[in-house]
């Protein structure tokens, strides 16, 4: 197998730049799947997303290959072996009231409907994992004899254009795979969520309706 040398999957590369992903410990698949896809047991449009379209910002497939002798992904037909590269994940909490963003006016309307679903907003769990994926540069050129292939759908929020805050959403067979906050920050051993980042992660729960 033919391979060159191994690259960071990074988000930015501006010096002393750390790309994290943000996770809810609280909210599971299926509240994310009756929120947005099924629109409160109303079935939607699932290539749209509704409630989040006006914020939708890239849409892309992403296809992964899990071999005997590693994993690959697919990018412009060209296959990439790619290692996982994992980090300590971090748990920390938000407990500021006063970052609620006006309690959902700004981004989302909130009908009431998902009132069982909403968090208490003194207390926000969150997960903070800065794993990677590191993928070689080169491709390579030999498929393993036994795979399996996952194609995910990648649909990528930002409230603001210029935002370095990003709500992804992967969908696998038109259900919620994965969801996640993905951000910039700048120490790699972060030990609190900064201000801007933590108004960002709390206006995307109350545009879902599951911040109160």
Known sequence: MKRGNAIRAKTDNKPNSYPIKIYFPTISRDIIQRTIIENNGRKCNTSSLSTLSKYLVNENMKTIVYGSTGIFEIIDNNLYQVSPIDKPVKELTITSK???????????????????????????????????????????????????????????????????????????????????????????????????????????????????
């Open 98 to 212: 006063d970052d609620k963003g006006g309690g959902g006016g700004g981004y989302g309307d909130g009908d009431g409907d998902n009132k069982s679903m909403k968090i208490n907003s003194t207390v926000l769990n969150v997960l903070v994992d800065s794993s990677y994926m590191k993928r070689y540069t080169t491709p390579s050129f030999q498929i393993p004899y036994d795979y399996y292939i996952e194609k995910l759908k990648i649909n990528t929020y930002k409230l603001t254009p210029n935002s370095n805050t990003r709500f992804v959403i992967e969908l696998k067979d038109n259900k919620i795979h994965d969801f996640y906050i993905q951000s910039i920050v700048n120490e790699i051993n972060i030990v609190e969520i900064n201000t801007f980042l933590k108004k960002d992660i709390i206006s995307f729960l109350t545009l879902l309706n599951l911040y109160r």
